[in-house]
Nanobody, 123 residues
Framework: QVHLVESGGGSVQAGGSLRLSCLVS????????MGWFRQAPGKEREGVAV???????TSVDSETGRFTISKDNAKNTLYLQMDSLKPEDTAMYYC?????????????????WGQGTQVTVAS
């Protein structure tokens, strides 16, 4: 069993930054594929960024580089640095883990999910 706990959400003004954290415990190890997803009210959940077990990262916002995923294996913690936030980034953000993403990035199937942390961006 893998347990994920997100933190770091909050309310910010447009243009601001937040760093989300996800503490990983249980049977997960550093070889797991990890990801961040978000779901806004009335919308489907969407992938934000994934970091595979080999450190390869994918992000749906790679052109602007506003979202950066990283992990600290020593601290068993996954991060999502979010910069230049926009009101449309408002959503519940979830951390997820999977044994193997097979290089599929945000389209991979993720088995383990956290409870989420709310991010609200005011205009």
């Amino acid at each position: 069993q893998v347990h994920l706990v997100e933190s770091g959400g909050g309310s910010v003004q447009a243009g601001g930054s937040l760093r989300l954290s996800c503490l990983v415990s249980g049977n997960a190890n550093n070889s797991y594929c990890m990801g961040w997803f978000r779901q806004a009210p009335g919308k489907e959940r969407e992938g934000v960024a994934v970091i595979d077990s080999d450190g390869t990262t994918t992000s749906v916002d790679s052109e602007t580089g506003r979202f950066t995923i990283s992990k600290d294996n020593a601290k068993n913690t996954l991060y999502l640095q979010m910069d230049s936030l926009k009101p449309e980034d408002t959503a519940m953000y979830y951390c997820a883990a999977e044994f193997n993403c097979y290089g599929l990035g945000v389209t991979a199937h993720f088995t383990y999910w956290g409870q989420g942390t709310q991010v609200t961006v005011a205009s």
